[in-house]
Nanobody
């Protein structure tokens, strides 16, 4: 079993920056790919970014050039650096892990999820 603990959410003005962190504990594997998803009120959970333990990355088109996913394998931590934030980025952000090396944008492919952290971007 893997537990994911997120932190770093909060309120930020449009154009500002925020960094989210997700620490994995329990039985984790170096081969696990890590991802970030978000869910706004009334909308389905959507893919944001993902990064394999080996460094392969993927981003949603809506965040390319603004968000950066990174990970510290030794600390079993994944980060999401969010720059140039927009009001439409407002959502609950979830950290996720899957027991495969390849990154994917499909939520159903992920095995473990964090509790979510609220990110609110004001106009």
């Amino acid at each position: 079993q893997v537990q994911l603990v997120e932190s770093g959410g909060g309120l930020v003005q449009a154009g500002g920056s925020l960094t989210l962190s997700c620490v994995a504990s329990g039985r984790t594997f170096s081969s696990y790919a890590m991802g970030w998803f978000r869910q706004a009120p009334g909308k389905e959970r959507e893919f944001v970014a993902a990064k394999s333990w080996g460094g392969n990355t993927a981003y949603a088109d809506s965040v390319k050039g603004r968000f950066t996913i990174s990970r510290d394998n030794a600390k079993k931590t994944v980060y999401l650096q969010m720059n140039s934030l927009k009001p439409e980025d407002t959502a609950v952000y979830y950290c996720a892990a899957r027991s495969y090396t390849a990154v994917t944008n499909n939520p159903s492919d992920y095995d473990y999820w964090g509790q979510g952290t609220q990110v609110t971007v004001s106009s």
